[in-house]
């Protein structure tokens, strides 16, 4: 009974996410990375694209399109329900708030995956299209948007429960940290998720080009502090529901 | 053990005082919850229903905290306040959602049937996004309702009802009352609490102030204010004496060609144990001395101005 409840919830939580009109909305941002990978395969030399693959990979896949898409979509996890007050429902339910936190979370980190893959195929493309080996570009960029989005989708949801304000904070922290604070001292590199993200997805790329904000941590070192902050997160959500006023 | 119980609670948010030191206890039937605005009706409601924690005392639900012990829920159904549905989703999903969240083996079969009650079995497989606010009052009942549970607490379940919609779900919360289920509902409209409610708990700035039968209420509230028609010979001589002994505060003649004279007594019993003795006096011969506005509306705005005379 409990497998199939847990099921239920993710598949009506997933439902309610893809369904909402904005989600549609920043499924126009992949979509159009996509687009710009088409033309710069079209009109760019082999040689040339490895700078670009190194900026579409790095810093715009794990940057910036993976970061505003689970801040979008995992803002709404718990934010949406709020709002639309059935948040007192999901937590009327006879069953451990974990498994509505969890299956909430898993919810908004698939449907980040499916808005972004997209953008991610693309990156792919463009990795693979510079004679690089395709096993080692697809895992390093799939590798890469997974953990990443699972890291922010994680990080997101709790700041849901957090505070009503949640997307702007979460903007706040995707631009001013992630994108700015965050490059300024390698020391707060260790406090970016971004940072993590690019170190795996420099598994798809040729390790002397430059990622931005890259973690000192090699790709297992950062693939653990992902998979790190996502453990922690989603459990920190757990609590704070469980405690929490609705 | 009774299914619902508060003792001692209080609950506070920063320098608002909400709820303040309130007791009751609910067994099986329908229970009123009456207040005005911001009386802390549903912070009580919140607090039974495992929304919030008090600041200060207890809150059990069938023996378990509602906070605390999600467990509760497979026997507690909740009609929140605002809107609490899901407008992407049809309303038969949502209740089946609801119910298999909340343990129903067969909740396909738990859906079809309480959507029936709530009479929405037309509408079952539409969104409700696009419903009227009565047609989503009606799919919150039908959540609540789902998982047959023994507690019901809802607040203001029959807002946004039209009067036909209302007369059926006052109808059917006290059949559900008949089934021995503990039944709590708010509102503001009072003469439905009436026609619903066994018993009656009347919060005012966060303090129970009143409970008991709805007549109990204004059997304790019996000297307050109040308007009383009389009709007789002579009933003008009467009215001028009772004017004069100042036991009453004003004298008017009713309207609509009707016989008898309306008087405003500040003290109720004071008049009752008057009246006979100054009839005589006057040779009034009475025929008829009846209160006017003997509902429970004038009952609850006396307590409601008493109340506020005290403070929060």
């Not at chain 1, 040339?48 to 900026?55: A, E, F, I, K, P």
């Amino acid at each position: 009974m409990s497998t199939s409840m847990s099921t239920t919830l993710y598949g009506f939580s997933l439902r309610g996410i893809l369904l909402r009109g904005r989600t549609a909305g920043f499924a126009a941002l992949p979509l159009a990375v996509a687009a710009v990978v088409a033309v710069v395969i079209a009109i760019t030399s082999v040689p040339n694209r490895y700078g670009v693959q190194n900026t579409f990979t790095g810093n715009l896949l794990t940057g910036l399109v993976v970061p505003i898409v689970a801040l979008v979509l995992a803002i709404g996890a718990f934010g949406d329900e709020r709002d639309a007050r059935t948040l007192p429902l999901l937590r009327a339910v006879a069953r451990p708030r974990w498994h509505t936190v969890l299956a909430r979370f898993a919810a908004a980190w698939t449907a980040t995956v499916v808005v972004v893959l997209p953008a991610a195929v693309a990156c792919a493309v463009l990795g693979i299209s510079v004679n690089q080996p395709a096993g080692r570009v697809v895992g390093g960029v799939a590798l890469a948007t997974v953990l990443t989005a699972g890291a922010y989708c994680a990080v997101f949801v709790l700041l849901s429960l957090l505070t009503r304000r949640g997307l702007l904070a979460g903007l706040a922290y995707v631009v001013l940290w992630e994108t700015f604070l965050a490059g300024l001292a390698p020391a707060l590199r260790g406090l970016s998720i971004g940072a993590y993200g690019r170190r795996v997805a420099s598994y798809a790329i040729p390790g002397d080009v430059p990622l931005g904000t890259v973690s000192s941590l090699g790709v297992p070192g950062a693939t653990a502090v992902l998979v790190g902050i996502t453990v922690v997160a989603v459990a920190l959500s757990a609590v704070r529901l469980q405690r929490m006023d609705v | 053990m009774s299914a619902v119980e508060l003792a001692g609670v209080s609950k506070w948010f920063t320098d608002t005082v909400a709820l303040s030191d309130v007791s009751f206890t609910l067994e099986a039937g329908v229970t009123g919850l009456l207040g005005h605005n911001g009386a802390g009706k549903s912070t009580a409601l919140q607090l039974l229903a495992g929304a919030t924690r008090p600041s200060q005392g207890t809150v059990r639900v069938l023996g378990l905290d509602p906070h605390a012990d999600p467990a509760v829920h497979r026997g507690l159904g909740i009609v929140a306040d605002g809107e609490a549905t899901w407008a992407h989703a049809t309303a038969r999903t949502q209740v089946e959602f609801l119910a298999r969240q909340r343990g129903v083996a067969d909740h396909r079969r738990a859906a079809a049937t309480v959507l029936d009650r709530v009479g929405l079995t037309q509408a079952a497989d539409r969104r409700v996004g696009g419903f009227s606010k009565g047609m989503r009052q009606r799919v919150k009942l039908a959540q609540a309702l789902v998982h047959d549970p023994q507690v019901l607490l809802l607040d203001e379940p029959l807002n946004g009802l039209d009067p036909a919609q209302r007369r059926a779900d006052v109808d059917l919360l006290a059949a559900l009352g008949r089934e021995g289920r503990t039944v709590l509902v708010s509102s503001h409209v009072l003469s439905e609490v009436e026609r619903m409610a066994q018993r009656v708990l009347v919060v005012v700035n966060g303090r129970l102030v009143a409970e008991g039968e709805p007549a109990g209420i204004r059997d304790l509230l019996v000297d307050r204010p109040r308007t009383v028609r009389l009709e007789g010979e002579r009933v003008l001589e009467l009215a001028g004496t009772l004017l004069a002994e100042g036991l009453v505060e004003s004298v008017r003649r009713e309207g609509g060609g009707r016989p008898g004279v309306l008087v405003e007594a500040p003290r109720a019993v004071a008049l009752a144990e008057a009246v006979p003795r100054l009839a005589r006096e006057c040779s009034t011969t009475l025929r008829r001395v009846e209160g006017v506005g003997e509902d429970l509306e004038s009952v609850f705005a006396h307590l409601v101005r008493a109340a506020r005379g005290a403070g929060r």
